[in-house]
């Protein structure tokens, strides 16, 4: 019993790994002649999609109505959450050996507020892509945005756009899940009469 | 009151139950084809697939077709032999060497017999090899991007129709020369023909992993004419039998000279006692020409070897290699059952089909039952090795097809029919009209170890009014039948590319989920391929100037091109950059001589112009790839010859 705090914070840190084997938000575009979809997947580190054409089609797309290409190199983001990820582990793996109930607290505020912050840098990049239009653009529809939705449905001319949270989010929801079980067994201080 | 009311209405339910009990039984659904709904048995919706894919031969289009089975829906036509201006097939220069031949670049062939590849005597939809006949040759075309890979040609041939059938594993697919001909060719006197011809039975190898070609052997036969064949399967796994007509060895007015002799033969040939010989050093190396064309999918461009040797067996030299079977009246399909027991040979000029049973055949050659022998191969006793005769009642019978149940279907050409019949019992079970004069006849599997069945495809020669008229030509036509009951049931009528000789049939299944949706680009190994736009440039070699252009919707890049001259011979050696399925460009280009080019995502292929005057000229888009295809063009400038004008390109911005 009195290791369950400390388990699950090292479990909290431990599962966040998964992070970096599973993406993090998957954006699906449907349209008449795409009946199964372009799916793009966005990482810790890096976007993918179904096949290796996929973000070239994307683009390719894109570009009818002047949004910029999305090219995975020139976002940095993807080239330093992956330290960030890291740096939570580590500060996750001290607080267990630290076994201080204030300190899983913070931890799992901490998390909490990286990935809202996460979340809307994640905002910015898809209110970027969508308003920041090529004036030279061979389509051009008056008030027409192309931001995808954070979370849900909406039709983007003739896609479909569906964008939910995929396997690695839920990684980090269970990371919280189990710094809060850290949080919540660990007694206020060390008692000594527990025995 | 009530109690009346209630034994009416028990009365009313026991009339009810007497009258569905009475009503007929649906009535004998395969009577007649309007007594079901035939409809709905050929009724693919729109957006579902057919079950089973036919490919037919072109027949002189040298070209191979794609249906679907049931719906008879043309799915494409695949260019073997002859040039093809819409896919620029023959007119790139990518595809241009798998049509050289020893006589040179041939444009068109007469293509005749389809036939998928197999595994365990079963079509594995791995490949599906195609006769040339008129310039000897035999196609393999590779299932996942229906496309030609390979064509070889054959030596010591003329007319290569017993082609190209295929052994149990595909360990060879065979090609027997329906002309004899001086072997090797020379200036002879017609007239000789007995003593200076010979007939070719050529055994291609096929490499079980990349299904490549060789001509492994030859058997040199006495010169009648090999008309078709077909492999043993199961027990007689090991053996090809070749029909021909023509023991007269005549050489003018066949018709009337050929029919004389009251039997041909089939000759079987054991290719595994060939093999063996040929290890063993008893082949003769004849020195010959011929061409090997193979085409690469990484490259994306195919290459031709010239061969200058062919090994090849005369069976006097090697006994137990051939015998000859005598099968009446001009035999024109020999189809070997399931089980390979029975060889069915199909007299073309008479009523009835002699069945030769492999067992008596080997009994026969065990005991020397030999009526004769004709240039050192044993002629087998006619009654020592006939398992049976069917009795057709029909005239003409030209190839047979088996179900899975143990029947068997035999098209008879002059009667214009279809004949089902037991395989065993010879008895004669069914019979349908065919409309008109049909040829071969498919059924999915029907030459394999294991039938697929269900359907039934007859080729028919002749079609008059069956369809909407269209001038003097007319088109051939296919047939579709239902033979899962006990009557074949027509069920469908559809006009088709050329002229389908045979055909072949396969479960979607087994081809579906491995064709390919586009080439992997940085697969690509094209020596001038561009992969990206920042690698595109226009490079002069005195007078030949190479475009390493690139298409992605929806330009292409440069777009703009100055400093040709006339005279120039320019390659415009064009890689689509898409990945993604169903993106095909085209390449037009004013005054080519030759035609466009339609490059698949990942390709890359190369259009020769010759530009013959000063001026500019548009090239574009032929593919309407997307919603600014219109936009996608560009301009070619020709100066003089000798101009200073360098060369520039851009797209976009001028560099």
């Known amino acids: 019993m009195k290791n369950i705090p400390r388990i699950s914070m090292v479990l909290a840190a431990t599962v966040m790994v998964l992070v970096f084997f599973f993406p993090i938000w998957r954006i699906t575009l449907i349209a008449p002649q795409y009946p199964t979809g372009i799916t793009m997947y966005i990482w810790i580190n890096q976007i993918t999609g179904e096949t290796t054409g996929t973000l070239q089609n994307i683009n390719i797309l894109n570009h009818y109505v002047g949004m910029q290409m999305i090219v995975p190199d020139s976002i940095p983001e993807l080239q330093y959450f992956k330290f960030i990820i890291g740096a939570v582990m580590l500060l996750g793996l001290f607080a267990a050996i630290m076994n201080?109930?204030?300190?899983?607290?913070?931890?799992?505020?901490?998390?909490?507020?990286?990935?809202?912050?996460?979340v809307y840098d994640f905002y910015l990049w898809e209110y970027d892509y969508g308003h920041n239009l090529s004036p030279t653009a061979p389509i051009k529809v008056p008030g027409m945005a192309y931001q995808p939705p954070l979370f849900g449905k909406k039709l983007l001319l003739n896609f479909e756009a569906y964008s939910y949270p995929f396997w690695g989010s839920l990684f980090i929801g269970i990371s919280i899940i189990f710094a809060f079980f850290a949080f919540w067994f660990k007694r206020p201080k060390d008692v000594q009469y527990e025995k | 009151m009530k109690m009346k009311n209630s034994t009416?209405?028990?009365?009313?339910?026991?009339?009810?139950?007497?009258?569905?009990?009475?009503?007929?039984?649906?009535?004998?659904?395969?009577?007649?084809?309007?007594?079901?709904?035939?409809?709905?048995?050929?009724?693919?919706?729109?957006?579902?697939?057919?079950?089973?894919?036919?490919?037919?031969?072109?027949?002189?289009?040298?070209?191979?077709?794609?249906?679907?089975?049931p719906s008879g829906r043309l799915l494409k036509v695949i260019p073997v032999f002859s040039l093809d201006a819409e896919k620029g097939y023959g007119f790139n220069e990518e595809t241009k060497p798998l049509l050289q031949t020893s006589y040179g670049f041939i444009p068109w062939d007469d293509a005749h017999h389809p036939e998928l590849s197999q595994t365990e005597g079963i079509p594995d939809g791995r490949w599906i090899f195609i006769n040339g006949n008129n310039t000897p040759r035999v196609a393999r075309i590779d299932l996942s991007t229906f496309e030609t890979v390979e064509i070889i040609e054959l030596p010591n041939s003329g007319g290569n129709h017993s082609s190209p059938f295929t052994t149990e594993n595909t360990e060879y697919v065979v090609a027997g020369t329906r002309f004899s001909v001086p072997v090797p060719q020379k200036d002879v006197a017609v007239e000789s023909y007995k003593e200076n011809f010979k007939g070719a039975l050529s055994f291609i190898s096929c490499d079980p992993v990349t299904g490549k070609m060789d001509v492994a052997f030859q058997v040199l036969l006495p010169a009648f004419n090999y008309d078709l064949a077909h492999s043993g399967k199961g027990a007689s796994h090991g053996w090809t039998f070749f029909t021909c007509y023509n023991a007269e060895e005549s050489?003018?007015?066949?018709?009337?000279?050929?029919?004389?002799?009251?039997?041909?033969?089939?000759?079987?040939?054991?290719?595994?006692?060939?093999?063996?010989?040929?290890?063993?050093?008893?082949?003769?190396?004849?020195?010959?020409?011929?061409?090997?064309?193979?085409?690469?999918?990484?490259?994306?461009?195919?290459?031709?070897?010239?061969?200058?040797?062919?090994?090849?067996?005369?069976?006097?030299?090697?006994?137990?290699?051939?015998?000859?079977?005598?099968?009446?009246?001009?035999?024109?399909?020999?189809?070997?059952?399931?089980?390979?027991?029975?060889?069915?040979?199909?007299?073309?000029?008479?009523?009835?089909?002699?069945?030769?049973?492999?067992?008596?055949?080997?009994?026969?050659?065990?005991?020397?039952?030999?009526?004769?022998?004709?240039?050192?191969?044993?002629?087998?006793?006619?009654?020592?090795?006939?398992?049976?005769?069917?009795?057709?009642?029909?005239?003409?019978?030209?190839?047979?097809?088996?179900?899975?149940?143990?029947?068997?279907?035999?098209?008879?050409?002059?009667?214009?029919?279809?004949?089902?019949?037991?395989?065993?019992?010879w008895e004669v079970i069914d019979r349908s009209p065919c409309y008109y004069s049909v040829g071969h006849l498919m059924i999915p599997g029907g030459d394999s170890r294991k039938p697929f069945g269900k359907y039934m495809l007859a080729m028919n020669k002749i079609t008059k009014d069956r369809y909407l008229p269209t001038g003097p030509e007319m088109n051939q036509s296919a047939q579709l039948y239902d033979i899962s009951g006990d009557k074949i049931q027509l069920l469908l009528d559809f006009p088709t590319v050329g002229e389908p000789h045979y055909g072949q049939g396969i479960p979607a299944d087994l081809i579906k989920p491995k064709s390919k949706q586009f080439f992997n680009l940085a697969e690509n190994t094209h020596p001038y391929v561009t992969k990206s736009e920042d690698q595109t440039k226009v490079v002069r070699e005195g007078n030949v100037v190479r475009v390493y252009m690139t298409t992605i919707r929806s330009h292409f890049a440069p777009d703009n091109i100055e400093g040709f001259q006339v005279g120039d011979k320019v390659y415009f050696h064009v890689t689509n950059l898409e990945q993604d399925w169903d993106v095909p460009h085209g390449f037009g280009i004013m005054g080519a001589t030759n035609a466009e080019l339609l490059i698949m995502p990942g390709q890359t292929e190369t259009l020769l112009w010759e530009p013959k005057s000063e001026g500019v000229f548009p090239f574009y888009c032929t593919d309407f790839c997307s919603a600014l295809h219109q936009e996608m063009q560009g301009y070619a400038r020709v100066s003089k010859k000798g101009s200073d004008l360098k060369l520039k390109w851009w797209t976009g911005s001028a560099k």
């Open chain 2, 251 to 425: 050489n003018t007015l066949l018709e009337a000279n050929a029919s004389q002799f009251d039997k041909d033969f089939i000759a079987a040939v054991n290719w595994k006692k060939a093999e063996e010989y040929v290890k063993g050093g008893k082949a003769h190396d004849f020195p010959t020409s011929f061409y090997h064309n193979i085409y690469d999918d990484n490259a994306h461009m195919a290459t031709s070897e010239q061969i200058k040797s062919v090994k090849v067996l005369i069976p006097a030299e090697c006994p137990g290699l051939v015998y000859y079977l005598p099968t009446p009246k001009s035999p024109h399909g020999v189809d070997v059952d399931p089980t390979g027991e029975y060889i069915v040979g199909a007299g073309k000029l008479s009523a009835d089909m002699s069945v030769h049973s492999f067992t008596k055949m080997l009994k026969a050659i065990e005991d020397k039952a030999f009526e004769k022998e004709i240039q050192g191969i044993p002629v087998l006793n006619y009654d020592a090795i006939l398992a049976g005769v069917v009795k057709s009642g029909g005239l003409g019978p030209l190839h047979t097809e088996f179900d899975a149940n143990g029947n068997a279907y035999t098209t008879f050409f002059i009667s214009s029919e279809i004949v089902k019949w037991k395989v065993g019992t």
């Open chain 2, 8 to 69: 009416l209405a028990g009365w009313g339910i026991i009339a009810l139950f007497l009258i569905s009990g009475c009503s007929p039984k649906g009535s004998d659904e395969k009577s007649s084809p309007f007594s079901s709904d035939v409809a709905s048995k050929v009724y693919v919706a729109p957006g579902q697939h057919d079950e089973f894919y036919a490919f037919l031969s072109g027949g002189f289009s040298g070209q191979m077709s794609v249906y679907g089975l």
């Open chain 1, 100 to 118: 201080k109930k204030w300190i899983y607290l913070a931890w799992m505020i901490l998390v909490i507020v990286l990935g809202i912050l996460a």
